[in-house]
């Protein structure tokens, strides 16, 4: 938009569920963006803001205008709107894109309680992860890019039950009644906001195993906005045309159930897409450079860059399945866009015709 081009500072927005993947994705994303990532040094020891010499993350819970006994009290969830103050949002972020430092407030996630602010100094790009980077029409147009982590209900609760109930010692009850208490908001809150992302990451259960019950095997697609300025969304093979390619093979091992990539296009909430889908997991990460070949417009800055990232962060969720390899293909192609829009700035000060 307009004023997205008029900014300083590069906005980017990641939504999703929590417990979906975002701060997995913050750190594929600050990885490639270079610059490192760390908590405000001699802050609030339970920021939740990470500062590099690149980007900032902040995370957008800092804006609950009810603390957790607030919400309970009034039986709102974190995930309602009138727990949440987007007019202090869209100022805030406003002001960091305009090039000036603010006083964000910090929701402490240990006590559930709101703690004194922490200065924000604007970077060059600005991540505002969290529920609802999308809700609000006006921080919505702050956005240069907006990325939206849809994880399907199957696999959400593949993904608790593992995390809850593995290392939380939750019920499978307990677990199942939380997800469902959330739903309501969710839909009517949450969801709705990947109608405006300009890049979707869909994570499914497998297709390559009969009703799979593990949810282990994921199907995940990145869906791609056409026509977005500074973004040309990756291909497989040749652009605009349709594709199902398995890669298994004598320069690939796959064990069951194999993989199976698929490219193509198509409408998705009225916007023209194009979608590369990857279905299955990698045996060796270190044979992902035989894929990385067969995709083009990756935004990489040398050959194989991709697969460095995945193999560098092999220790993360979703390493071996399209997760982590599309998480790390929208963070190049979020350093490319951030990188053309300086470069237009950069010429618009010094071209001489423009003074
Ligand atoms: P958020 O920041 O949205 O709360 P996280 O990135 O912290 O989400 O992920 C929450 C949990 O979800 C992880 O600890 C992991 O158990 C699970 N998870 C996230 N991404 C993946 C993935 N790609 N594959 C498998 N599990 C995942
Ligand atoms: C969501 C929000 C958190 C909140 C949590 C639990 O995950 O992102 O900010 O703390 O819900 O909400 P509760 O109201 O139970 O504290």
Redesign the pocket.
């Known amino acids: 938009s307009a004023a997205a081009a008029a900014g300083k500072t590069v906005v980017i927005g990641l939504a999703?569920d929590?417990?979906?993947?975002?701060?997995?994705?913050v750190r594929r994303l600050t990885s490639v963006l270079g610059g490192g990532a760390e908590p405000p040094s001699g802050g609030n020891p339970d920021s939740n803001t990470l500062v590099g010499s690149t980007a900032t993350v902040i995370c957008l819970d800092d804006y609950h205008s009810l603390d957790r006994a607030a919400r309970k009290a009034r039986g709102l969830t974190a995930l309602d709107p009138r727990a949440n103050d987007f007019d202090l949002m869209y100022e805030q972020v406003r002001a960091i894109k305009e090039g000036r430092a603010v006083d964000k407030p910090v929701y402490n996630h240990v006590t559930g309680l709101l703690d004194p602010p922490e200065r924000i100094a604007p970077p060059k790009i600005l991540v505002i992860e969290g529920l609802h980077p999308m809700y609000d029409e006006r921080v919505r147009d702050l956005l240069d890019f907006s990325i939206y982590l849809d994880i399907s209900e199957e696999v959400k609760f593949a993904?608790k039950i593992?995390?809850d109930m593995a290392e939380r010692g939750h019920s499978l009850e307990s677990i199942k009644a939380s997800i469902d208490a959330r739903k309501p908001d969710f839909d009517a809150y949450i969801d709705p906001q990947k109608q405006y992302a300009d890049a979707v990451i869909e994570v499914l259960p497998t297709q390559l195993i009969p009703n799979d019950e593990e949810g282990k095997v994921l199907r995940v697609r990145l869906i791609m906005k056409e026509g977005v300025r500074h973004f040309a969304p990756v291909y497989l093979f040749d652009e605009g045309s349709v594709v199902t390619w398995i890669p298994c093979g004598r320069k690939l091992s796959c064990s069951y159930p194999g993989i199976k990539f698929a490219y193509g296009f198509g409408t998705y909430f009225g916007h023209e897409v194009s979608v590369l889908e990857m279905d299955g997991q990698f045996d060796k990460l270190d044979e992902l450079i035989y894929v990385e070949t067969h995709l083009s417009n990756l935004s990489t800055k040398f050959y194989g860059e991709v697969a460095q990232q995945m193999l560098k962060h092999a220790d993360l969720?979703?390493s071996s399945n399209g997760?982590?390899l599309f998480q790390t293909i929208v963070g190049l192609k979020v350093r490319d866009l951030y990188e053309q829009i300086a470069a237009e700035r950069a010429d618009v000060t010094t071209d001489p015709l423009r003074v």
Request: overall charge positive.
């Open positions: 999703a929590s417990g979906c993947g975002k701060s997995t994705f993904w593992q995390r969720p979703g997760t982590g």
